[in-house]
């Protein structure tokens, strides 16, 4: 099976269904399927074959998802492009790739003209939301072909997209993704189309990462209608999910917050949804603490994963954001809900080792490795970056420092790249943020490790106030006093007003220690 | 057995899954018996 069995199969059992809803217009299983085939034919008359390389520049629209279908289903490789990319990084990224045609957004063009020269493994540019001069057109070359359907033999380990993803150092790194990782994904976690089930899903993740592309796939499988937003827009959201039904919506942690904190919150109706899934980025306690509590019908889904998992690889269900029980299970449950990232799927394989690669024991920190059908088996044409990852036996490291607890959940204590060391003992800058953000006056925090002569490191809490208030550094130390570990409090307290973030709401932590990490 | 569209039937002997696409008139069989609808 392979990813293009998710739009057959869904279209052969609800063809007349809502498939994609954009930009006030909808378009049925079965119609997205005829645009999928005209345009698959047209690459294969263009001379796209398999393997050659696909990219799209633009943010979400119907014709993203009918282009990644397309590609998949001539055996091409799809390459979704990060729209806020500077040109130095798209010209890099679609070089890398060897990208051979490339679908673009007519607000990008400009761009895409510009670094055209640099770029000469591209023989076609095409336009996506209307014709433009000197280049083709997405919509005539749907048009301009057959619907019949157009295959290719694809083999499970086949790969089907090229993700690119930027790591906080160096230029972005290439990942292929298998048909095979996505397909053991939905058939282990996604319930297929059934002509007695409607959902609609909200996506205003965007497609070029690959949470978006995941919660896609996911929804074309499951028979449920997109609702497509180009970018997210807190407003513009709320409406969305009352006029359409909304009964899904993937977020990251900080457009859950704008939308819980939005004024207009409370004007719409959102009692359609069902289940909320959030990740990308961790979640703050407060801000999950605060959606449960205002919305008290939906089921929150915690998903953590990464591009090189093909997403998501463990979850913190439903019945973990429910506080109920005896004493001592709700303050499990509190716990989790503060910093565990749940249990591994079923077809994932966790285990978390010591610098030397040893299985820690319970409750003990270490790195968090992967393995299973859903991992990468490498950096494109990386092999450098790719050893610096993947172990000779196919373990996925994933950079991410947590330990398991009795019960099998797992709990994340910062990156590798990010742990602080002072006098050899390791401080995890989250769970120190996650004290510091349980101050009354604190609206957000990060940690970070600034040089020491005499300790290596000591942890400096970079905090943003909340809106109107006053605290002294002493005041912000002194609350952490009685809350942390002594080797774990931190020595000086920088105030700003916002915390640098990515546009998945990940706080770059880097940067910060560029700025203040000297000491 | 009429195989509905959507419906998912599985083998009770070797746990195969099948969904239908089509459906028909013939009844799904696996390891020599007819397969279950899955509920």
Request: glycine letters at 8%; hydrophobic letters at 35%.
């Amino acid at each position: 099976m392979n990813t293009t069995d998710f739009l057959n199969i869904a279209n052969a059992i609800c063809p007349d269904r809502d498939c994609i809803v954009f930009d006030g217009k909808r378009w049925t299983y079965a119609q997205v399927n005829e645009r999928v085939n005209q345009l698959g034919n047209a690459l294969t008359q263009l001379g796209v074959g398999k393997g050659d390389r696909v990219g799209v520049l633009h943010v979400n629209c119907n014709q993203y998802i009918e282009a990644y279908f397309a590609v998949a289903r001539i055996g091409a490789i799809f390459v979704p492009l990060n729209f806020r990319a500077k040109a130095d990084e798209l010209s890099y990224m679609i070089s890398h790739a060897e990208a051979k045609t490339l679908f673009v957004g007519n607000r990008y063009l400009e761009t895409v003209n510009l670094i055209l020269p640099q770029l000469p493994t591209v023989k076609g540019v095409f336009s996506i939301d209307s014709p433009c001069e000197g280049m083709g057109y997405c919509e005539d070359l749907i048009c301009s072909c057959s619907a019949d359907e157009c295959t290719c033999e694809i083999g499970d380990e086949d790969i089907t997209i090229l993700m690119y993803t930027s790591g906080t150092t160096g230029k972005p790194k290439g990942v292929p993704l298998r048909h095979n990782a996505f397909v053991s994904y939905v058939l282990e976690n996604v319930d297929p189309a059934s002509p007695d089930v409607e959902e609609r899903n909200l996506l205003t993740v965007p497609l070029y990462h690959v949470a978006g592309i995941q919660a896609m796939l996911a929804a074309i499988y499951g028979g449920r209608t997109l609702v497509l937003m180009r970018q997210f827009e807190v407003k513009e959201w709320l409406k969305t999910i009352e006029q359409e039904k909304v009964t899904r919506a993937m977020l990251v942690p900080t457009m859950l917050k704008r939308v819980i904190d939005d004024p207009d919150f409370n004007k719409n109706n959102l009692s359609s949804l069902q289940v909320i899934t959030y990740g990308a980025a961790p979640m703050p306690f407060e801000v999950i603490s605060k959606a449960i509590r205002v919305m008290p019908w939906v089921r929150f889904i915690n998903a953590f994963g990464q591009t090189e998992t093909a997403s998501t690889i463990t979850t913190l269900g439903p019945e973990d954001h429910v506080i109920e029980g005896t004493e001592e299970e709700r303050e499990k449950k509190l716990k989790r809900l503060n910093s565990s990232i749940g249990k591994p799927l079923p077809d994932v394989e966790i285990k978390i080792v010591d610098e030397e690669g040893k299985a820690v024991s319970l409750l003990e920190v270490g790195e968090i490795l992967a393995k299973g059908p859903r991992i990468m088996t490498g950096y494109w044409r990386d092999e450098q970056k790719t050893s610096q990852v993947m172990t000779p036996d196919g373990w996925l490291r994933t950079g991410d420092m947590g330990y398991m607890d009795e019960d099998g959940y797992i709990y994340l204590a910062g990156r590798v790249d990010d742990m602080i060391i002072r006098g050899g003992e390791n401080i995890s800058p989250e769970e120190v943020e996650n004290v510091l953000q349980s101050h009354p006056k604190v609206e957000e925090a990060a940690v970070i490790g600034v040089a020491d002569v005499e300790w290596g490191q000591e942890p400096c809490a970079v905090v943003v106030l909340k809106k109107g208030e006053g605290a002294t550094a002493e005041e912000i130390m002194e609350f952490c006093h009685s809350r942390l570990a002594g080797f774990k409090r931190p020595r000086s307290v920088v105030f700003i007003d916002s915390l640098p973030r990515n546009p998945m709401g990940k706080v770059l932590r880097k940067k910060l220690r560029e700025h203040y990490g000297q000491g | 057995m009429a195989n509905q569209v959507g419906k998912r039937y599985v083998c009770k002997k070797c746990g195969a899954e099948f969904i239908v696409t089509r459906g028909g008139n013939g009844t799904i069989h696996c390891c020599g018996q007819p397969m279950e609808q899955k509920k």
